[in-house]
């Protein structure tokens, strides 16, 4: 029997381990799949229901840390993880995503000898200034195995020397979950419960720090978001951070009623608002990813992307931190010129077990 350890810290990380760890089903009678949790984002609305709607098995391993700066969160995760590979000897460590857990886990584990599989490995912002973007790279650098979402990432690893052996272009785990859960995502009753109708509202969510942690910047993005909110109300799941900054900066006066404040939303009715919204203005990742998928408009408000096939392929359209141009973006696209878009390679929701099917046969090697 072979063990491996998948270390999760984030909401997107947790929507990314459900379908690998699904598809470590059809090996159960070889391969012990655990998962650690390393508590990065804890509380329930960030953490536990996604455990609970993407059915994943409670965590095998808590190691509750939370909070604190950037070195001591890493450090902490490293501490406390060393102590459980120690333990646990498993063969290998899967690690997705760019959060601070994915590096403090990767580092740990290759200094201890392990094999470490990164998942979504190869995508690049070019902008150093991205806590994930310093993540990705070093995470990348030290993994065994390199699992690609898109071709940009392949062309990424290739120019920074990873050898091709371990490189594999498995796809999108995030559409995976997505793909899986579109029959509960339809049947989400949250556009009734919050008196909205189909192709009638924007959706919009912003937690980058590079937006909300300036306080300027921060509230030219809520004068724009009440500028277009005279188009059709705005469904705003606000992120923790972007809360917390909004009340320390004394900007809380400046949303109108129309745009709608909620706590961080679940996963099926965020998917489901995404789905049937006329437009989406964010500076996430993988909702990038899930508006291409679904053929949504998005409007990204960010300088780049690590995902750049959702501009070329995709939905996407990406404006910068110009705030003006963002909204005037907007506008276009609801007065009915939206971007058509096509789904990429690889998004198909089979990704999880081409990995699974690598990582075995790696393992038996
Ligand atoms: N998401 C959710 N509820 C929310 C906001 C986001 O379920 O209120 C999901 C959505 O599927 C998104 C994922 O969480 O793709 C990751 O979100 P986030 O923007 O936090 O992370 P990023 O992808 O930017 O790292």
Known sequence: MKKIISVVGARPNFIKIAPIHKAFLKYKSSIHHLICHTGQHFDTKMSSVFFDELEIPKPDFSLGIGGGSHAEQTARIMMAFEKILLQEKPDMVIVPGDVNSTLAASLTAVKLHIPVAHVEAGLRSFDRDMPEEINRILTDEISDLLFVTAKSGMENLRKEGMAASR???????????????????????????LGIKKQKYILS?????????????????????????????????IHPRTRNNI?????ENILPDSVILLEPIGYIDFLALTKEAALVMTDSGGIQEETTFMGVPCIT?????????????????????????????????????????????????????????????????
């Open 247 to 251: 009340k320390d900066f004394g900007l």
């Open 205 to 237: 969510t912003f937690h980058r720090p590079s937006n909300v942690d300036h306080p300027e910047r921060l509230q030219k993005i809520l004068e724009s978001m009440k500028r277009l909110a005279t188009s059709l109300p705005i469904i705003f799941p």
């Open 301 to 365: 408000v960010r300088n780049n992307t690590e995902r750049p096939i959702t501009c070329e392929a995709g939905t996407n359209f990406l404006a910068g931190q110009d705030y003006t141009k963002a909204v005037d973006k907007a506008f276009e696209i609801l007065s009915g010129n939206p971007k058509k878009g096509t789904i990429p390679k690889g998004w198909d929701g089979k990704a999880a077990s081409r990995i699974v099917d690598i990582i075995v046969s790696h393992l038996n090697a």
């Open 167 to 193: 490189m594999f272009f498995t796809g999108n785990v995030m559409i995976d979950s997505l793909v899986h859960y579109l029959p509960k995502i339809e049947q989400s009753d949250i556009l009734s419960t």
